[in-house]
């Protein structure tokens, strides 16, 4: 029991690789998340979008590190960091720490308009999935009630904020379902005819990818029916849709994919944080004067080579697995040593067969090949095997047939659209 | 357009092939449902315990009927029904009716004593059966952080109230989560040390099947550890347990598998209803001096030969093709034909390779054989290829691992357990 003991908050994919790398440590490792389950975030968009079910692309913390006798996992509210004490708390109780690595992970960032929130629900975590899951279905359902033309049209205008990989996989999603995966079922509407918007504020979708890449990906979204505006400046969001500088869009789904900013938790370590509520670690993940707090993954904010790392989970785990190794080091009396981000390459699916990605900053991919490449790696880092095996049946049963099974409308009567659920 | 309207209110099993049966009719149909979805609810307490995601089970309706073209699925909430003028009231329109068949199904009910809704779910819907698993899942979370003796022994006992086939069904996946689903994941609790109380107040459990069953029933059920306590009449049930006529069972998490009662809509025909609020029909599922009107399902009370048409799937199937053919008689002029149904047989599930079962009342099976016979009935009659594959992939991989995947804790923060939610 006199072994150091190792807090890491958050069971994303930097907080659960630090803790998978710890295994075999002479250390105490106590895992906090609110959450009892990780989440595969790059697949999120499909259980929005009903390709998936919530239980495919989510894993029980507890049942991933179950094997690994050093580490407790705590469902509990970490809500702030107590330095000079060395002590986590907790919404209903308190950790004491040797190191602590912080890995809370982001929320989305509506840039101040909160209220924004209410009609542009984001996408972080199974019930935003399911509120915008719910949302789409059911503007479908009251198209097909609604008699008034502009009304209904209304029902039928998809909008996405943002262009990144979010954005560009949440509009090929509705592009394919309104094109395929509803034909027939309506008698009212022909949701063929249902309009799928992407607005980015930058000059073109994909902001971070290569020149090449992002003409592709504008391409493949353009023939899947997605109409792609860049250079759109989202002004207003209210319930009866979107306005721009110079133009309004009425449209009753809207889908917030545009920025994000740091967990909460962060303000309270009192140090600086990027505008975007980020921690500017040091090049070696720690906080200035604490070489035992480290804050890796959507938390952290490091640049390298004049860029920041980016936000996707290639740097979590690195920085996970880093943040571990700089325990280790530790424990042998080393300082930590610096974190440098390996870029692999990335990859942003738009569609069935439709993808762009680059691999090493060199080979550069698009269409079919890097849909089945960004397929592969997605299975292959999906955690625990079932989700993985069922997962791939699922999707190799969708892309047969077309079909979206997982369209239930739940959480709450179909009368009054309101507060995320089910 | 000059065809006659028929209205069917329900989505269910009932509603669902009376829709199917009219397909090639001279009529159009317009199946309302407050839901999108068909819910097989015989596999309900599989989501409620983590066996199966929501999507295995339910399937939307429009996309089951998608290529029937005389057929208009809508989603709406059917409020009551005006006989005299032969309209449908719903909460935002109305519907014209030349026939209407009335599937609504059946909800809880806890005996007038309403209160008792908050502290024991029952097990009717998707919502249902997810904030079951919601509290069944974060007892255990509790149980592990709590320090007192007498509370986490609280936290661990599961109380399932009502020992038809959903009481039993739930009563032995909950013993099962106990002993393999969450073996090695706490390290401050053994699930193992769980307790499962299933209550009922009749002298035995499955009470309609015929007594070898039921003696096999509550002996495979104690083989999995469940303690089962017949004759016992629940008095009062709050937050911290249930109550007996002489006895305080301590309880975090309980469960309703007790009572059902019709749908409301049923109050709206100013006909006689039983106690449990179900119509009661003539013998050819019509409404007295209303041959356009038919109630089926669970909604409806009829009995045969001294006993009542049981609420189960088989027995909604039938009504609602015989609805249908009550609605091609009056096509061709001819009155209602009386309806007769037929028992086929009845399996209730235990666990892993444990249900009893009889056929057409004179194959009598328990154990592994009776289990096999019930998985193949289930995935049969599962509507939707879709969920039929995916289920029985997941069901395969389940039982091979004992795991249960849908683990997941959602809908809300976990420091307050409250509402229902996703």
Redesign the interface.
Known sequence: MAQPHVVIVGGGFGGLYAAKALARDPVWVTLVD????HLFQPLLYQVAT?GL????I???I??VL??QRNT??????ATSVDLANRRLLL???TLDYDHLILAAGATHSYFGQDAWATHAPGLK???DA?EIRRRV??AY?RA??ETDPAAQAAWLTFVVIGAGPTGVEMAGALAEIARHALS????HIDPGRARVILLEGAGAVLPPYPDPLRERAREQLQALGVEVRTGSRVTAIDEGGVTLAAERIASRTVVWAAGVQGAPIARSLGVPLDRAGRVRVQADLTLPGHPEVQVIGDLAFLEQDGQPVPGVCPAAIQQGRHAAENVRRALRGQPPAPFRYVDKGSFATIGRGAAVGDVYGRLRLSGAPAWLAWLGIHIFFLI?F??R??TL??WA?SYV?W?R???????E???APAP???
């Open positions: 609110r959450r009892n389950h009903a079910n919530p239980g495919d989510a894993a029980p507890r049942h179950r094997r407790t996992v705590l469902l509990a509210d919404s209903d109780g975590s199974i019930e399911l279905f059911l359902e097909e009630r027939q079922e309506f008698r625990g079932r989700n095996a069922v049946f699922q049963y047939t079909r099974g997982v369209r239930l409308i739940t959480g009567r179909p009368e995320p659920q089910g």
